[in-house]
């Protein structure tokens, strides 16, 4: 048996950590895309810096092999729906973390509707009730190909496909009316009162 793989940082972290802009950038997209940390915002953002970085480098080149090496870059990006058909190398740079979270499991499984917020759709995915082409998928920041959007279902065999369930995600809420007895007001529940017990009465 070989020695264990030495696990590596996938991200890395800003120059500046007390940046009061960058900070308040990252607390609005770690709400909006339901990120656990920033970690994972961090980690989208490296990714982002390789392919920018890349398409940088490749500035450098001559135009034949620019071409070449750039269709490799763009067409794996076009295939994750980052960027579009028609798009050429100085979109890459223009690209921003946001392009990359809006490919994440999590935020599409909320966008198709089998989560009624963005944060039960991370609670479905990492409890298993979602599966993609055929298989159960646990990790909310797995990015989804565009062709492979309709792969994304919830499991067969979860309590959520139930409808009746109280917290199926594709439930909605009832919108009865109040009924003409009460005019629109709540009744209280009635409750029985008790009787009081008495105390136990002392030997004469």
Partial sequence: MGDPKRRRKKYTTPGHPYQKQRLESELVLVGKYGLRNKRELWMMRTKLGTYRKEARNLLALDPEERKERGK?????LIRYGILGEDATTDDILALDVEAFL???LQTLVFELGYARTIHQARQLIAHRHIEYNGHII???SFLVPKTKENEI???KFS???NPSHPMAPLAKPSNEEPSAETNGEIEEPVTEEKPKSRGRRGRS
Avoid: S
């Avoid at 490799?72 to 794996?76: S, Y």
């Fill in 159 to 161: 309590p959520f496909t």
């Fill in 153 to 155: 279902k919830m499991y």
């Fill in 72 to 76: 490799v870059i763009l067409a794996k």
């Fill in 138 to 140: 646990n990790v909310p």
């Fill in 102 to 104: 809006k490919r994440r």
